[in-house]
T-cell receptor, first 117, second 114 residues
Framework: AQKVTQAQTEISVVEKEDVTLDCVYE???????LFWYKQPPSGELVFLIR??????QNEISGRYSWNFQKSTSSFNFTITASQVVDSAVYFC??????????????FGRGTQLTVWP | EPEVTQTPSHQVTQMGQEVILRCVPI?????FYWYRQILGQKVEFLVS????????KSEIFDDQFSVERPDGSNFTLKIRSTKLEDSAMYFC????????????FGPGTRLTVL
């Protein structure tokens, strides 16, 4: 079974603090893909990053960084020097093609991040 | 990043009525998906569509739901007889290739069933 767990329901930080959003996944597949999406108050889902299971390199994009660890089945997301505009719900998602022809996404429940000025 | 619009942005309907939600890709895509998000909850897969037929559907996608591309461009989700529990945000997503298939989401249609 495919499953994504985001244990943090809500996180509040003050601007310029660093914050890490946790994501733990479950899959039996050896090849799979992990994603992060951002959902701002306006409601749309914004793609942030995709990670392939065979590529464990961590990635940095500006203030965003992602830490993928297969040993702990985690794909955590860190925002450095957070800003008010980072306030949103962040979803981690898993795509695994086992039993699926077009790779449906399995989403976690999301983490509501609030950044206070 | 592919562009996609969804119409309407908000639909209010009475229970038992039929609704059609539309997804309009700006450029050509092969893979289409519908997801829904009940308020405050996670995003859930409904159906995937490729080559003018359903590829996969979830347990949510029962006989009340149907999808099609009537004119080869728009991708529609029809709910035949809406129920109160169908109230949710419905997202269309597009993919451009089978492998490394990032799914880019439209802005969503908020459906309210009264």
């Amino acid at each position: 079974a495919q499953k994504v767990t985001q244990a943090q329901t809500e996180i509040s930080v003050v601007e310029k603090e660093d914050v890490t959003l946790d994501c733990v996944y479950e899959t039996r597949d050896t090849t799979y893909y992990l994603f992060w999406y951002k959902q701002p108050p306006s409601g749309e889902l914004v793609f942030l990053i995709r990670r392939n299971s065979f590529d464990e390199q961590n990635e940095i994009s500006g203030r965003y960084s992602w830490n993928f660890q297969k040993s702990t089945s985690s794909f955590n997301f860190t925002i450095t020097a957070s800003q008010v505009v980072d306030s949103a719900v962040y979803f981690c998602a898993l795509r695994s093609d086992r039993g699926s022809t077009l790779g449906r996404l399995y989403f976690g429940r999301g983490t509501q991040l609030t950044v206070w000025p | 990043e592919p562009e996609v619009t969804q119409t309407p942005s908000h639909q209010v309907t009475q229970m038992g009525q039929e609704v059609i939600l539309r997804c309009v890709p700006i450029s050509n895509h092969l893979y289409f998906y519908w997801y829904r998000q009940i308020l405050g909850q996670k995003v859930e897969f409904l159906v995937s569509f490729y080559n003018n037929e359903i590829s996969e559907k979830s347990e949510i996608f029962d006989d009340q739901f149907s999808v099609e591309r009537p004119d080869g461009s728009n991708f529609t989700l029809k709910i035949r007889s809406t129920k109160l529990e169908d109230s949710a945000m419905y997202f269309c997503a597009l993919g451009t290739q089978r492998v490394y298939n990032e799914q880019f989401f439209g802005p969503g249609t908020r459906l309210t069933v009264l």
